[in-house]
């Protein structure tokens, strides 16, 4: 079946270091989004892919990036980790038809990160 | 700009009862509608969604949800609770343009009592 997969699942890491949150679908999906999520929040969108090589900024992208090397993987990079960066992180992606972006998103199972 | 917002971060139900959870948007476009549910430790899942068509959309275990456009509200029922629905719910809108981006309300928790 097919799947989206995160690892690691939780990760601890210090202010300052430098952090790789991997999301991996078998989809074969186009799209891909990164969310985080905080309480009273709900999912803030950081990141999104339309293809290989596309990255584009969402509501909340300062201290992150993102690269599309191939359609299964879109890895999140936070630069410099922050205290402020302590949340559980999604990954999604959703198919195109034709062209149009179908906004139907299936997500994987989070990643949580304590930023200390 | 498109915002959603979900009435209530807690709701609680006995099993058994009539589960409603709240939601607003707001859109200058006719948007589609999502409501999705996390359960403990999991990503989300789709429960349903309205594009067009028939206002009163039905999904999976039991729930079902109105799109009313006069009210601005996509509301979220389901007419007995059970112990296993107890999770987060998330109401999110897109905006149509293509973007296949979502905006999520803030989540309510919904709690089952036995």
């Known amino acids: 079946d097919a799947e989206i997969t995160q690892s690691p699942r939780h990760k601890i890491t210090e202010t300052g270091r430098q952090v790789t949150l991997a999301c991996h679908q078998t989809?074969?999906?186009?799209?891909m989004f990164w969310y985080r999520q905080d309480l009273g929040h709900g999912l803030r969108l950081i990141h999104y892919?339309?293809?290989?090589?596309?990255?584009n900024k969402g509501e909340v992208s300062d201290g992150y990036s993102v690269s599309r090397s191939n359609t299964e993987d879109l890895p999140l990079t936070l630069e410099s980790a922050a205290s402020s960066q302590t949340s559980v992180y999604f990954c999604?992606?959703?198919?195109?038809?034709?062209?149009?972006?179908?906004?139907?998103?299936?997500f994987g199972p989070g990643t949580r990160l304590t930023v200390l | 700009a498109q915002s959603v917002t979900q009435l209530g971060s807690h709701v609680s139900v006995s099993e058994g009862a009539l589960v409603l959870l709240r939601c607003n948007y707001s859109s200058s476009v006719p948007p589609y509608l999502f409501w999705y549910v996390q359960y403990p430790n999991q990503g989300l899942q789709l429960l349903l969604k309205?594009?067009?068509?028939?206002?009163l959309v039905k999904g999976i275990n039991g729930f079902e949800a109105e799109f009313k456009k006069s009210e601005t509200s996509f509301h979220l029922t389901k007419p007995s609770a059970h112990m296993s629905d107890a999770a987060e719910y998330f109401c999110a809108v897109s905006d149509r343009v293509n973007t296949g981006k979502l905006i999520f309300g803030q989540g309510t928790t919904l709690q089952v009592k036995p």
């Open positions: 989809w074969n999906h186009n799209n």
């Open positions: 892919s339309y293809g290989v090589q596309d990255t």
């Open positions: 999604a992606s959703s198919e195109s038809i034709v062209g149009i972006v179908t906004d139907t998103q299936y």
């Open positions: 309205y594009t067009t068509g028939a206002t």
